[in-house]
């Protein structure tokens, strides 16, 4: 039987400029963020009881939030991808990103809400 891991990141909200037409991205909307992460192998803060051997979520969470900032997006699906960037490039390659996006927009009965999902799988 082999190990693996999992670490989540469940319903961080973003204030994101996000919408098609140019109107509905003049102010900017909540939308919730989950990441999983999947670890091939336990990260060795499982063993060692040590921050530095393993991912740093708060990091992790600042870099979204800065490498999102003051930016505009006209789809969901684009920042999907686009947070799946900036966390591959802030963890290492050997990890599996997955990346859910859940937003609100205002439309009549639609109460809960859009979700879009964005990742690689082995």
């Not at 802030?90 to 990346?99: D, H, K, M, W």
């Amino acid at each position: 039987m082999k190990n693996y891991s999992i670490m989540q990141l469940n319903a961080l909200e973003l204030s994101v400029n996000l919408g098609w037409p140019k109107g509905e991205r003049n102010k900017s909307q909540i939308v919730a963020l989950d990441v999983t992460i999947y670890f091939p192998t336990p990260p060795k803060g499982c063993v060692t009881d040590q921050l530095e051997d393993t991912c740093r979520y708060d990091t992790l969470i600042h870099s979204i939030k800065q490498g999102i900032a003051d930016r505009d997006f006209r789809l969901l699906e684009h920042l999907a991808h686009e947070i799946h960037q900036i966390i591959t490039q802030n963890v290492p390659p050997e990890l599996l990103i997955y990346v859910k996006l859940t937003k609100h927009p205002a439309i009549l009965n639609l109460t809960g809400g859009v979700t879009f999902c964005y990742g690689n799988k082995e």
